[in-house]
Each structure stands twice: as structure tokens, then as C-alpha cells.
């Protein structure tokens, strides 16, 4: 093991992105924290089986003792995910890896967005790079509002739902808070982010969303809110009446 490898695992275990090394097979030769955490949820859309076989040596076709088999919960997004593995350890031209989305064994739990690539390396062919991605985030969105805006965990509860495209009557009940609470919220909300309506804070969630994995626990510094206060977003929230 070379003095990076370390540091490089430690890096994508930082990522809030599930990212893993296959074979043509489908053998997980390198799983980051997210990935495993990914795997190991009963109903989620991936799974990881267990497969037998002996001391891996390194070379294609090898797999270590005790090593797994990425798989997905539905046939039909299991023999896709196999197929676009296959093509991006086999680097067929105009072929090699893709996207698809893998639903859930379960209504309660959310798919899996995946992305399947080569992956170059020289002294090991034959094996591609697999990035998944749960299809909600909503704990790190609330987290990141509050980091970079100086929201409240309540402000910042309900901009992720605003986020989402709910409308103020939803997000109030979902909340148990009133409309005029949330109504507040989203004045101060609009305030801090320097944002006027809905759409706006939409665009402004997916620009600055990062795949970080962050602690949803970890103290938040608080933040002034911008020198130029805007004008009252009332009139963004009289549709919501």
C-alpha cells in the first residue's frame, strides 16, 4: 500500500456518495463508508451478497476471500446494472458504462440513482467504478442551509421541504407547525439566502448542494444574515394562503 491509498480512502469516505470498485463480475473490490452503509440497508435498491472463492492475487478475474457481489433488489435493474458493468470493464466503444435508477424493495424506501464508469488503470484492467446516490438527502440539505445560510434548524427544516416543491399548507402539517409559523420561516429563510420566491430557492439548493457526508448533530456557527435586507417575500407566499 502506497503512502496516498489512505488518505485517498479516507477522502471518499467523506463523500455523502456511494462509490465502489468492480470486476466484470460484479466482485466489490473497494467499497467507501457510504457505499457499505448503502448495502447494508434490508429493502435498500443495491445489495451486496456474499460469494465464496479463494485468496484474490490482484488480477482480473480475482477476488478476495470473503468479498461481495453488487447486486440490485428488482431483476430488471439487476440484469441493467450487470449489463453496464460488463461494458465498462470491457471499455466497448460507444458502450462503456451509463446511468439508471433502481427502485427499492420497499414503498418506504427511496431508490438509487447509479452511475457506472470505467476505470483506467493500467495495472489492473478490467474494472469499472459504480457511484450511487440515495434519491432524497433531505438531513445534509438542512445541515448545509444551516452552515452556509445561518439558518435555523426550524428555518432550515422547512427550506429543505421548500426545496422538495412543497407548497406552505403541506410543510406546515408536516412540521406541526401553523401556516403563519412556517409563513415566518420562509420570510427569514428568503432574508438569509438573499432569495425572493420558491423557484429561487430551489436553484439555489441544487447549486450549492455538495456530497459531503456531515453529522447532522455537529454544532452550526451562526452567521449574520446579509447587510442588504430585502424587501418583505410576502407576495411570494400569498398563492400558499
Known amino acids: 500500500m502506497t503512502a496516498w491509498q489512505p488518505a485517498a480512502a479516507a477522502a471518499l469516505d467523506a463523500l455523502a456518495l456511494a462509490v465502489l470498485v468492480v470486476d466484470r463480475q460484479g466482485h466489490i473490490l473497494h467499497a467507501?463508508?457510504?457505499?457499505?452503509?448503502?448495502?447494508?440497508?434490508?429493502d435498500g435498491a443495491l445489495s451486496g451478497q456474499p460469494v465464496g472463492g479463494g485468496h484474490g492475487s490482484g488480477h482480473q478475474g480475482s477476488k478476495p476471500q470473503g468479498s461481495k457481489h453488487l447486486g440490485a433488489r428488482q431483476a430488471e435493474g439487476r440484469s441493467r446494472l450487470h449489463a453496464l458493468i460488463q461494458a465498462a470493464c470491457d471499455g466497448?466503444?460507444?458502450?462503456?458504462?451509463?446511468?439508471?435508477?433502481?427502485?427499492s424493495g420497499s414503498p418506504d424506501e427511496p431508490g438509487v440513482s447509479v452511475c457506472v464508469s470505467p476505470l483506467a488503470d493500467a495495472e489492473a484492467p478490467g474494472r469499472a467504478v459504480?457511484?450511487?446516490?440515495?434519491?432524497?438527502?433531505?438531513?445534509?440539505?438542512?445541515v448545509q442551509?444551516?452552515?452556509?445560510?445561518?439558518?435555523t434548524r426550524a428555518e432550515a427544516q422547512?427550506?429543505?421541504?421548500?426545496?422538495?416543491?412543497?407548497?406552505?399548507?403541506?410543510?406546515?402539517?408536516?412540521?406541526?407547525?401553523?401556516?403563519?409559523?412556517?409563513?415566518?420561516?420562509?420570510?427569514r429563510i428568503f432574508l438569509k439566502t438573499g432569495t425572493k420566491q420558491q423557484s429561487q430557492l430551489v436553484a439555489l439548493v441544487a447549486a450549492v448542494q455538495l456530497p459531503v457526508a456531515c453529522a447532522e448533530t455537529a454544532p452550526v456557527p451562526a452567521l449574520r444574515s446579509p447587510a442588504h435586507a430585502l424587501r418583505s417575500p410576502a407576495h411570494a407566499l400569498r398563492s400558499s394562503r
Request: charge should be positive; include cysteine; proline fraction near 1%.
Open 130 to 142: 459504480v457511484v450511487a446516490r440515495l434519491l432524497r438527502a433531505q438531513g445534509r440539505i438542512e
Open 145 to 151: 442551509l444551516r452552515t452556509l445560510f445561518g439558518l
Open 32 to 42: 467507501n463508508r457510504e457505499a457499505t452503509d448503502l448495502l447494508d440497508r434490508p
Open 158 to 187: 422547512v427550506g429543505a421541504a421548500l426545496a422538495r416543491g412543497g407548497c406552505l399548507a403541506e410543510i406546515a402539517t408536516e412540521l406541526g407547525i401553523s401556516v403563519t409559523t412556517a409563513r415566518t420561516h420562509v420570510a
Open 92 to 103: 466497448r466503444s460507444g458502450d462503456a458504462g451509463g446511468f439508471l435508477q433502481l427502485e
